[in-house]
């Protein structure tokens, strides 16, 4: 699976998804669950849909996929996302995404994606944080809460990544500041991380 990993929005790495394009086409699952917390409010809707348009500018058609219809429906929701080879997980509640993407079966749908070369995971922020083998410590950003029952949050990553990625990282974001508090918390007791300033996009195969 490839990787695009972004601090936030698609980044600056433009060119490397107008490549992926040309070769595996242009249809692309569009993920905001991580937003599922939030009330739909007209505000939440237009901040979705710049994402959206920022997609399409690129050359992108996009599928929203919400993850909710699909709870307690994981081998439907394998079967209606087997011709796709592309995702985009948007940045939001990083508890909140793991969960939906645990009862949905999203994550075990990703984790058998992980073992193909033509698939490509897009994500920014909680989208990329997801991966990781952990989310201990992001707890400094992100509230760890469940907005769909009374379950405990996951703190287990899909463990995709070996590291913890750290977005907003000295940037001109409003959590940038508690991103400090991430980061010498991972240098005290020793866990590998990787920061990402606003605009950085790590690349993975």
């Known amino acids: 699976m490839k990787l695009y990993l972004s601090s936030y929005k698609v980044g600056n790495k433009k060119e490397v998804l107008k490549e992926w394009q040309k070769k595996h086409g242009n249809k692309i ?5 991580s937003r599922d917390h939030k009330e739909e409010t007209l505000e939440k809707k237009e901040i979705i849909q710049e994402y959206i348009d920022e997609l399409e500018e ?3 058609e996009i599928v929203i996929v919400d993850l909710r219809k699909y709870f307690g429906k994981s081998v439907k ?16 509640n990083t508890y909140v995404l793991r969960l939906a993407m645990k009862y949905s079966g999203f994550d075990k749908y990703i984790l058998e994606k992980n073992k193909e070369d033509d698939f490509l995971y897009m994500g920014f922020s909680a ?3 997801v991966l990781s083998p952990s989310l201990y410590g992001l707890d400094i950003v992100d509230e760890p809460i469940n907005p ?5 949050v996951d703190y287990s990553g899909l463990n995709i990544l070996d590291f913890v990625p750290v977005p907003h990282y000295k940037s001109d974001h409003p959590e940038s500041k508690l991103v400090d508090g991430i ?3 991972f240098n005290k007791e020793g866990i590998k991380y990787k920061t990402l300033r606003d605009g950085d996009v790590i690349i993975k195969e």
């Open 77 to 92: 929701l394998q079967e209606d996302l087997k011709d796709f080879n592309a995702c985009y997980v948007i940045g939001g």
């Open 183 to 185: 980061v010498e918390l």
């Open 127 to 129: 989208g990329i944080c």
């Open 148 to 152: 769909y029952n009374n379950d405990k």
């Open 58 to 60: 690129i050359g992108f």
């Open 29 to 33: 699952i569009f993920i905001a669950n």
